[in-house]
């Protein structure tokens, strides 16, 4: 069919902000009619004015706002027969063929119901007179395409729905604050979170926050939780802990099916251990706010990549969901996932948790288990006389911390002594190393910076006094957790082997830096943390210049060369432009963007935002550009500049920060543990293959480890970044959605795949099966 005359329809129930404008902009730039359906299908239903064409300015301004600015509503008409018929005439007679639906699953369920009886609702449309067999024939068949929105991440086949990252952030907010009161009064609080049939917002809150307990509708406690829960919240305070955590899902439930509540765990630990105890209800705080930077790029790459889909849809083409796998876009088809989701409701009433648990990532129940919950007795005699160091290197950035607990005591509960290694590979050749304990760690998943210290010297110059510490402190393995620094410095301790034998252990490199410049992972930790401070900043700055009109503000980020904050934040707040060094530019660019702002200054639309990497270009610098924009926008449009320096480097870590940083320590020493046991020879450890150093990170769908000297082909050392990047994959994105006339890559296709085949059960051990 001629793009030119395709036309899409926009129907959000519940959705995301960043989706509708998404689909909005690129259905445009494609040469689709975009129509909205305000107040969900009750607006399908009633048509008129529910359903009015979109223009490129009607969404604009909407990035930074809550819900959804066209309105849902739950719609009884639509689940029956003759109100279907009304919603399928008023689309016959616009000439509507193709639905984006942004919903839950039971949005979806109605919403291919519908594509399911659109013959036979054109057939009686027709019989009746409401419709002419030429216009039955120009409609005759129905496109559907579904993106996920609902905060509890309660659906299968996707790992993250729309809407459950800025759930995160304001449960984690309100749990930084009341944890201050708590340690003051020295209080047990009690939080209940959304969640009636998913658990998944209370277990990363519980993750995040470091919390004593989590009760979750898939995992119910054994019988006797009661007494369990209180030997674990007097084992805490022995420890010296000033409070205790409780986290509670809505559903929350007991083998006997009976609910669990907040009122019933205060009375028993009032009761039980006189603790001074409050409980608190979050409730529909959860819902609202402003949405975060992952949000945001979530949902704008999930509405191009529903935009593509109806594109190459077919009459014989399923309705498919798109969906997030790791971190890679994937379509499903809509009724396999629906399905699944249906399937693990049937096994939670029916009992079956270990089928139901899957709904979630049990990678994240096991690490909350064993870092939160699972503590060995004093009297454990699971011993493995092995010394594991754990040091942080290279600029601070926030997660660091949530790194090392998990490490530390995932390494505790594995039989390992841990060692604390202050201020880097400095400390480490200086003799600054500790024995760090299960307490000492304790609260640190929330704190920003580091903890231990960090520092950027790199080791070789150090060498010799590094590989005697090792052999004096009798170090088997270490975890190095930091930036470039972090992965150059293994790559000398590695190339330092063939000289020092005691620098033949296994190590792994965690990659922790605001640049995400690490090679070998598509994410770092303290990226997400940075990114969210630069876009609430280019959110306030928009705001200011859509007060003053015709205003364009010109913003410096960090990154080095890697343009990932550039890019991503550009995409996340709506920026004109993002200049970054692995794109090049010249003057001729940098003209095309002030007519285009010239032009945009003509709409509706009066302001501009243009970010700009550090080190995107040496001679076209900040106060360049700068200078350029105000003397060609002169009487046109003024100019403001901010360079936002180490504010974003600082800062509480988001939940997507701690989460990532849990999993990735956790992660890092049970490899660590395993590689130990294939290094020991002759009663000694000695690792020297390229396999024994090892990156871990985040590839696509999932984290994986790849040998450090594997990686250095891959990487641009002069500017320290990797050599290729996933996410310069957006950039066109990001120019069409600032209205550029480019052409769009679409040699990538995301093909139809399974929600079966992707599933990997997992058992609670925690050992993943391959």
């Not at 209180?230 to 955590?245: K, P």
């Not at 530390?408 to 880097?424: E, K, N």
């Not at 550009?625 to 003024?638: A, M, P, Q, T």
Request: net charge positive; hydrophobic share 40%; charged share 20%.
């Amino acid at each position: 069919m001629d793009r030119a005359m395709k036309l899409t329809l926009i129907l959000s129930v519940s959705g995301m902000n960043a989706a509708v404008r998404a689909t909005v902009r690129v259905g445009l730039y494609t040469g689709a009619k975009v129509f909205f359906v305000h107040e969900g299908y009750q607006g399908l239903v009633d048509g008129g004015d529910n359903i009015r064409p979109a223009t490129w300015e009607s969404v604009s301004m909407m990035l930074q706002l809550g819900g959804t600015v066209i309105g849902s509503a739950r719609c009884k008409d639509f689940q029956t027969r003759e109100g279907r018929l009304k919603a399928a005439l008023n689309l016959v007679k616009r000439g509507i063929t193709n639905l984006c639906v942004i919903g839950g699953d039971g949005s979806l369920t109605g919403a291919n119901q519908f594509r399911t009886e659109w013959s036979g609702l054109l057939g009686e449309l027709i019989s009746k007179g409401k419709i002419t067999a030429e216009e039955a024939k120009c409609a005759s068949h129905l496109n559907i395409v579904g993106m996920v929105g609902s905060i509890d991440n309660d659906f299968c086949g996707t790992d993250m729905t729309i809407g459950t990252d800025s759930a995160l952030h304001r449960i984690v907010e309100v749990v930084d604050s009341i944890t201050t009161t708590a340690q003051s009064h020295q209080r047990a609080f009690i939080l209940e979170v959304m969640g009636r049939h998913c658990g998944y917002l209370a277990l990363v809150t519980a993750l995040s926050c470091g919390a004593d307990w989590v009760f979750i509708p898939e995992m119910p406690p054994d019988d006797g939780w009661e007494d369990h829960l209180c030997r674990r919240l007097m084992e805490t305070r022995n420890r010296g802990s000033r409070l205790n955590v409780i986290i509670v899902a809505e559903g929350a439930m007991g083998r006997d099916g009976k609910p669990i509540t907040c009122d019933q765990i205060k009375e028993l630990v009032t009761k039980r251990l006189g603790y001074d105890t409050r409980a608190t209800i979050l409730g529909h705080v959860q819902r609202g706010g402003t949405p975060s930077a992952f949000d945001r790029i979530l949902g704008s790459r999930m509405g191009v990549e529903a935009v593509m889909a109806l594109l190459e849809a077919t009459p014989d083409t399923p309705a498919c969901v798109v969906s997030l796998s790791g971190n890679q876009a994937v379509r499903l088809p809509l009724m396999e996932c629906v399905q699944v989701t249906k399937d693990v409701t049937i096994a939670m009433k029916e009992g079956k948790y270990d089928e139901a648990v899957n709904s979630v990532s049990l990678l994240q129940t096991w690490v909350y288990s064993l870092c939160a919950v699972c503590f060995p007795p004093l009297s454990w005699s699971g011993r493995s006389n092995i010394n594991v160091a754990v040091l942080n290197v290279g600029a601070p950035c926030a997660g660091m911390n949530a790194a090392v607990r998990a490490a530390v005591r995932i390494g505790i509960i594995q039989g390992h002594s841990m060692l604390a290694v202050h201020d880097g590979f400095e400390g480490l050749a200086q003799g600054k190393i500790e024995s760090i304990t299960w307490n000492s760690v304790g609260g640190w998943t929330g704190k920003g910076g580091s903890v231990l210290g960090t520092k950027r010297t790199l080791p070789a110059k150090h060498i010799e006094e590094i590989s005697l510490n090792i052999a004096k402190y009798n170090i088997h393995a270490l975890v190095i957790i930091g930036g470039f620094e972090a992965f150059s410095g293994g790559l000398e301790l590695v190339h330092a082997r063939q000289k020092y034998e005691e620098l033949c252990i296994p190590l792994v490199v965690i990659p922790a830096t605001v640049s995400n410049n690490v090679p070998g992972s598509d994410f770092s930790i303290g990226a997400d943390t940075a990114l969210n401070t630069i876009t609430s900043t280019c959110d306030r700055i928009k705001q200011s210049a859509a007060g003053t009109k015709r205003r364009v503000f010109i913003i410096e980020t960090m990154g080095g060369y890697c343009g990932y904050l550039a890019t991503m934040s550009g995409l996340a707040a709506g920026a004109d432009a993002a200049y970054i060094f692995e794109e090049k530019f010249n003057i001729r660019d940098l003209e095309v963007n002030v007519e285009h702002l010239v032009e945009k200054m003509k709409t509706t639309v009066k302001r501009g935002l243009i970010l700009r990497n550090e080190n995107s270009n040496a001679n076209y610098t900040t106060d360049f550009i700068f200078n350029l924009y105000s003397e060609e926008g002169k009487g046109i449009f003024d100019c403001r500049k901010n360079v936002l320096g180490h504010m974003q480097q600082g800062g509480t870590p988001t939940p997507f920060d701690r989460n990532f940083a849990t999993k990735m320590g956790a992660k890092s020493v049970l490899w660590l543990t395993e590689k130990l046991k294939e290094c020991y020879r002759h009663g000694r450890i000695f690792a020297n293959s390229q396999d024994s150093a090892c990156v871990l990170g985040m590839r696509k769908r999932g984290l994986m480890f790849q040998p450090l000297t594997e990686l250095k082909e891959q990487t641009d050392f002069e500017h320290r970044i990797p050599r290729t990047a996933w996410w310069l994959k957006l950039r066109p994105i990001l120019k069409i959605l600032a209205k550029y006339k480019i052409n769009l890559d679409t040699s990538e296709h995301t093909h139809m795949e399974h929600i079966i085949s992707k599933r990997t059960p997992v058992t609670l051990s925690g050992k993943m099966k391959e």
